[in-house]
């Protein structure tokens, strides 16, 4: 193999068409397949994302609705149902900490954390969080646990 027979793969190369722009005895000269006028022909062009070629843009079409609070405090959801699947699958004892919540890959280390009082708790347990609901700590507290906010 030498530099002077290097070729591509075979079926590596598409386009084998002329180049464009080379003069008017080459067949695309002139114009060099662009057209006539228009920003599609000039040198520099990029259309703008969303553009629809002057036609007023589907994100300018649609109304704007709603309202997005900046201060929302946003917590990850974990049901007492959930708990007592833990329980039952013995992979929390007593105690339920962010830590054993993370384990189990019920919240991110990063979430604040609400207990939620749907399903039943049967299990005597220490659940720590950053809030709990009224039905939920209830339903601790009965079970004989204790509900400690963080």
């Known amino acids: 193999m030498e530099l002077n027979n290097l070729q591509p793969a075979k079926g590596s190369v598409k386009n084998k068409g002329k180049r464009v722009g080379r003069g008017q005895g080459s067949g695309k000269g002139g114009t060099a397949a662009k057209g006539h006028k228009g920003a599609k022909s000039r040198s520099g062009y990029s259309k703008k994302i969303g553009f629809e070629g002057g036609q007023m843009p589907l994100q300018r079409r ?81 079970a004989g646990g204790e509900a400690v906010t963080l």
């Open 62 to 142: 649609v109304p704007k609705f709603g309202f997005k609070n900046i201060n929302r405090v946003e917590y990850q959801g974990v049901n007492l149902d959930t708990l007592q699947a833990l329980v039952d699958n013995g992979k929390i004892k007593d105690t339920v900490t962010m830590e054993s919540l993370v384990e189990n890959g019920l919240v991110r280390k990063s979430d604040l954390v609400k207990i939620l009082g749907r399903g039943e708790l049967k299990a005597k347990l220490n659940v720590s969080a950053h809030k709990f609901t009224a039905t939920a700590k209830a339903a601790i507290e009965k």
